[in-house]
């Protein structure tokens, strides 16, 4: 089966998914998105984020009934753009055939070298956002 794979970066903005959402089309072919597809219907859409032991808090949740300051803001902001470079990273290594969406729902094939240029910034960005 062939998959094709749909890759939203928005890593500079303050709004991210936390989800990818995977579905199969009436071709068989798999999908993968950041953004839940609107025209599929809900029990076909599988939600594919990494689960965390429930013992896990992010930072807004320990925060819940307090404001972020700024430097909190900064490190929930951070956290988000490391968790989605790091499953950028998981899924372009993964998988060969992948189509990247634009801001209008086209699709394009991304070929080797975007793939491995959005690779290198996935890797970039994770350098950047995510602890070691």
Same mark, same amino acid.
């Given at each position: 089966?062939?998959?094709?794979?749909?890759?939203?970066?928005?890593?500079?903005?303050?709004?991210? =998914?936390k989800?990818?959402?995977?579905?199969?089309?009436?071709?068989?072919?798999?999908?993968?998105?950041?953004?839940?597809?609107?025209?599929?219907?809900?029990?076909?859409?599988?939600?594919?984020?990494?689960?965390?032991?429930?013992?896990? @808090?992010?930072?807004?949740?320990?925060?819940?009934? @307090?404001?972020?300051?700024? =430097?909190?803001?900064?490190?929930?902001? =951070?956290?988000?753009?490391?968790?989605?470079?790091?499953?950028?990273?998981?899924?372009?290594?993964?998988?060969?055939?992948?189509?990247?969406?634009?801001?209008?729902?086209?699709?394009?094939?991304?070929?080797?070298?975007?793939? @491995?240029?959005?690779?290198?910034?996935?890797?970039?960005? =994770?350098?950047?956002?995510?602890k @070691?």
């Amino acid at each position: 089966m062939r998959v094709i794979l749909l890759i939203s970066l928005f890593f500079t903005s303050y709004t991210f =998914a936390k989800d990818i959402y995977q579905w199969v089309d009436k071709n068989g072919v798999t999908h993968f998105s950041h953004s839940k597809p609107e025209n599929i219907a809900p029990d076909k859409i599988k939600n594919i984020t990494k689960k965390y032991p429930s013992s896990f @808090k992010s930072v807004s949740q320990l925060n819940k009934d @307090k404001p972020l300051n700024a =430097a909190q803001e900064l490190e929930r902001i =951070a956290i988000e753009n490391c968790a989605i470079a790091t499953k950028n990273i998981e899924i372009l290594r993964a998988f060969d055939n992948i189509n990247q969406q634009d801001a209008e729902g086209n699709l394009s094939p991304l070929s080797a070298d975007d793939k @491995k240029k959005q690779l290198e910034l996935a890797k970039k960005q =994770a350098a950047l956002f995510c602890k @070691k």
